[in-house]
């Protein structure tokens, strides 16, 4: 395995970490306690070209691949801007894949470029109150209409649904079968601007500058053109969306642990107790030191997820291990600067209280670490599966 980066990819690391400079904890940490979606980073991004970095050149991206993408991501993660500032940029990697894959050529020429440019938010809405990890479990309906479908459901915890104007929004078009769970879903693109569709931001514990909502959707009226390749075979072009979303998100996890063992590790050189730095005692430095470790392990196996994708390869088993381990090393970092701050490290003044919420979610979503370990024993290890 060859973890070293091109000449390119360092450069983009380079640039990427420069851009995000320019907005320091400071305005993070009012973003985040104003709850307000952080327009000027967003706006820097889309002006600097990155928006679509991932999106085939032909529709103005820059046709690099998720080794690229992830980069771009960890590194604004460990800028300090940790999950609020990569929400706003991601859901326009991943979100828009199964669109690239499978949406018709009159799509993608409406919504890529676009999307490229910054110009349009787009939001992915998959998740339901009585469906969250298993997705044939879904009872949002799409009912053909003549020329139409019309769509009637609910969707929970849908990242930046009221920045966006469009959705990729998956919705039962056949009744659910016993045998075959997974047949009888569709894919749309749907407009959020609708009196057919309703917002209400979910109250959170982090992340606050990016909200989260619930979406309320009664008799929306969809154009077949809108619908994103066959009818039925929506979770299928989902799956495809999956594996590159595990792997940015762990590496946004990574950044988040960058920036809080950063922090800690300042603190424990300048802070003096008893005569001595407390990073000269082993109980402060040791777990530091453990932290750096671990979160160097788990990169390695999120750089070899992102290249087996952009190379065309199996990479479940990869993607779902790389996103295990990275949440669980970016958490462990967090957590550890938390202690090493002590009282300060739950002020807010220091910011890694902050990078301990963020890094709490990454354990929870998009997938749970557990949901991880199911995937690992029954796909990998070939044990009887528990659901």
């Not at 909200?211 to 994103?228: F, H, K, N, Q, T």
């Amino acid at each position: 395995m060859d973890f070293a980066l091109s000449d390119e990819q360092e450069d983009i690391r380079r640039a990427v970490a420069a851009l995000a400079a320019r907005f320091p904890d400071s305005y993070w940490a009012d973003q985040d306690e104003r709850a307000a979606f952080p327009q000027e980073f967003y706006d820097a991004f889309a002006d600097a070209g990155w928006l679509g970095m991932a999106i085939p050149e032909e529709y103005g991206g820059g046709g690099l691949g998720i080794l690229e993408a992830s980069l771009l991501l960890q590194e604004i993660a460990a800028s300090g801007a940790g999950m609020n500032g990569c929400s706003t940029l991601h859901l326009t990697i991943f979100g828009l894949n199964t669109l690239v894959k499978h949406g018709s050529p009159e799509l993608r020429r409406e919504i890529l470029p676009r999307a490229a440019d910054g110009s349009l938010h787009v939001c992915f809405g998959v998740t339901e109150p009585d469906a969250g990890t298993d997705t044939t479990r879904i009872s949002t309906v799409a009912r053909r209409d003549g020329d139409d479908y019309v769509i009637e459901g609910r969707k929970v915890w849908i990242t930046k649904a009221g920045e966006s104007q469009k959705m990729v929004l998956i919705a039962r078009t056949a009744p659910r079968h016993a045998e075959r769970p997974t047949d009888g879903m569709s894919l749309f693109l749907v407009d959020i601007a609708s009196d057919a569709v309703r917002l209400r931001a979910i109250p959170k514990m982090g992340r606050n500058a990016v909200a989260s909502y619930e979406v309320l959707i009664d008799g929306l009226r969809v154009p077949a053109s809108c619908r994103v390749g066959e009818e039925g075979q929506g979770f299928r072009y989902l799956l495809d969306g999956l594996n590159p979303e595990r792997i940015l998100l762990a590496h946004e996890a990574l950044g988040i642990g960058r920036a809080a063992l950063h922090g800690a590790v300042d603190y424990a050189r300048a802070r003096v107790v008893f005569d001595r730095p407390i990073g000269q005692n082993q109980g402060i430095a040791f777990p530091l030191a453990e932290a750096a470790t671990r979160l160097d392990a788990a990169e390695l196996m999120a750089r070899h997820a992102a290249r087996r994708y952009d190379q065309g390869l199996p990479c479940g088993k990869e993607a779902n291990m790389a996103k295990w381990l990275c949440a669980d090393a970016g958490f462990q970092a967090a957590d550890r600067a938390v202690q090493t701050l002590g009282g300060m490290g739950y002020a807010k003044e220091f910011h890694v209280e902050r990078y301990f919420r963020e890094a709490r979610l990454l354990r929870l979503a998009p997938i749970s670490q557990e949901m991880v370990l199911n995937y690992v024993s029954s796909h990998v290890l070939g044990l009887p599966k528990s659901y």
